[in-house]
Structure formats: structure tokens, C-alpha cells
């Protein structure tokens, strides 16, 4: 029992290592929070944290590969349990704007500014199993009726994304003015809108009826 504890405990450590830093970077951003603050706030010497991560840059990349997982085991969570494509996608608009409302307004932009190897990889990853959820989301609309047969799937979902990326751009929206769960909420409108048939309109209508988005 004791050489299996031995051989797991450094694997649980690291994941809770990563766990905890990542809600840390979502509340706090990444600039301002440095190793020694992480290890403060976990509990844990500056020691064990650097035999795990030996710099911030390489817990932040283990940090960013957590949050993609994560949200690909939501995707595959919301595919189970919805009733059609327009109903995935409300769910999915629901966890999105909970979690615009948790991150630091700074995260994204920080990211891409002063790790922008790390940016580029996982933005790499990210936009890869995006895309590939949005043209599956958008073929089984087609086939059930909701969305417009004539929509070119992958330049629609290209159209989305690219409207996405600009979410976290203060010059194009000034977080003073607009809150990044409004622009979020118009993106998604505007895109369902240009892409749902009758039916489509229709259902979009009942399940989005909630006046708090």
C-alpha cells in the first residue's frame, strides 16, 4: 500500500497543482499572480510547487490544457443530454456566459501579449475541436430541420469564430462600455438568426425566451 501511495501521490499533487492554479488565473489573471502567491494560496512550500512546474509559463500551458479539456468534456456532456442542435447550443451559450462572468477581463489578452508561444498552440488545438463540434452541431440541424440547407458549414463556422476572438478585444468593445456576456449573447443571436430556418426561428425563440441573457 505504501510504495502505491508513493507512486500516485505526485501525480495527485500535480493535478491539484493545475486545478487550483488555473481558478486562480481565471479570478486573478495572469500578470499579477506569481508562484509564490500560488503556493501561498494552495497551501504548499515553493518547493513542491517548483518540482512540479520549474516557471509559471510552463504551470500556465499545463493550466491552459486543463481548461481545454475541460471544455471538451462539457461539449461532449451537453451532446448527450440535448434534444437538438439549437438546444446544445443554449446550453453551451448558458456555461459560456457563467464563465465570462468568473474571468479575469485581462486573461485572454495577457495570454496572447506575453505568452504568445503558449497562445499559439492551444489556440491552435482549440480552434481545431471547435470546429469540428460547430460543422457536426450544424449537419444535424440541417438534417432536422432547424437550420437553412444551403448554409456552406465550414465558412459559417469560420464566420462565428472569427466573431468570437474578438470578444476579449478592449478596443473593439471597452469592458467600461460593453460586458463580454452582452457581445457574447449579440454573436450568438446574430449568428443563430442568419442561419435558422422557420423551425429553426421558431425553437430558438422558445428556448432563449429567458429575459435574464
Not at 89 to 107: A, E, R, S, W, Y
Not at 120 to 135: N, P
Request: hydrophobic share 40%; proline share 4%.
Amino acid at each position: 500500500m505504501l510504495i502505491m501511495q508513493l507512486f500516485f501521490e505526485p501525480m495527485d499533487t500535480r493535478t491539484r497543482i493545475i486545478e487550483e492554479s488555473a481558478a486562480l488565473f481565471m479570478k486573478q489573471g495572469i500578470r499579477g499572480l506569481t508562484m509564490s502567491e500560488i503556493a501561498q494560496s494552495m497551501g504548499i512550500s515553493k518547493r513542491t510547487l517548483y518540482e512540479h512546474f520549474s516557471n509559471k509559463e510552463e504551470l500556465l500551458a499545463a493550466c491552459m490544457d486543463f481548461w481545454h479539456q475541460d471544455s471538451c468534456r462539457m461539449y461532449e456532456s451537453i451532446k448527450e443530454t440535448a434534444p437538438n442542435p439549437l438546444e446544445v447550443i443554449h446550453q453551451h451559450f448558458k456555461q459560456t456566459v457563467i464563465v465570462l462572468g468568473q474571468v479575469h477581463p485581462n486573461l485572454i489578452s495577457d495570454i496572447r501579449k506575453y505568452h504568445p508561444a503558449i497562445w499559439q498552440k492551444q489556440y491552435q488545438l482549440m480552434q481545431e475541436t471547435r470546429h469540428s463540434f460547430t460543422i457536426e452541431f450544424l449537419e444535424q440541424g440541417k438534417e432536422q430541420g432547424f437550420f437553412r440547407k444551403e448554409i456552406n458549414n465550414e465558412i459559417a463556422s469560420r464566420l462565428l469564430y472569427a466573431q468570437v476572438d474578438h470578444l476579449h478585444d478592449s478596443e473593439l468593445f471597452p469592458p467600461q462600455r460593453f460586458s463580454r456576456a452582452d457581445v457574447f449573447r449579440e454573436i450568438i443571436f446574430v449568428f443563430l438568426r442568419g442561419i435558422c430556418s422557420e423551425k429553426g426561428i421558431k425553437e430558438m425563440e422558445r428556448i432563449f425566451e429567458t429575459p435574464n441573457y
